[in-house]
């Protein structure tokens, strides 16, 4: 017998929840969803995704095999039956399998395909972006050079204009230096 433990302590009351019958799948719904939110600290059960249902592997040795002789009991016709279905089954169980591969062939080749066509899309775009960069790049170096050549001309005029006035004022310094030469040196003869 089990030693007497501590009693426990009353569990707390909860208020009775009227009963709700759904009428429609949404109401359903909405009553699970509340259920689930009266306590969020409670883990929720998600239930794992069901395998496919696959019928049994036809049997390796049959033991029961049937002839078509007469004299077969009126048990034997349902045997034949239960086997006869369980074969169909598997047999479009197979078809159906056979179905879905091609199906997911299908689809896979399909997204092949898109992914194909999009990567080229993708490509061509590329191809006119980098181009179009690469026109905006040559246009700013044409006009940067056009720039450069335009200030060196400019320059160059300027140096052009400046020479032509170094060599006017110089001009005019030698005109001045010779009126300012005395027609006779003093101290001489």
């Known amino acids: 017998m089990a030693a007497p433990s501590a009693p426990r302590p009353p569990r707390p009351r909860k208020e009775p929840q009227p009963l709700v019958i759904p009428r429609s799948a949404a109401e359903e719904q909405r009553l699970r969803l509340e ?10 059960p998600i239930p794992e995704k069901l395998n496919e249902w696959a019928p049994r592997p036809p049997p390796e040795f049959v033991r029961d095999v049937m002839g078509s002789s ?24 197979m078809d159906a399998m056979a179905e879905k591969q091609k199906l997911d062939e299908e689809f896979q080749k399909k997204l092949e395909r898109n992914k194909m066509i999009a990567e080229e899309q993708t490509a ?6 980098q181009k179009l960069k690469e026109k905006k790049l040559q246009a700013k170096k044409n006009k940067l050079e056009q720039k450069k050549q335009e200030k060196e001309s400019d320059q160059s005029q300027e140096r052009a204009s400046s020479e032509d006035d170094e060599e006017d004022s110089k001009e005019e310094e030698e005109k001045e230096d010779d009126a300012e030469e005395p027609s006779f040196v003093m101290g001489r003869g």
């Open 35 to 44: 259920r689930l939110m009266r306590n969020p600290e409670k883990t929720v």
């Open 70 to 93: 007469a004299g077969a009991g009126s048990g034997e016709f349902h045997v034949y039956r239960h086997l006869r279905r369980r074969e169909y089954q598997r047999q479009d169980f």
């Open 124 to 129: 061509k775009r590329r191809r006119k972006r």
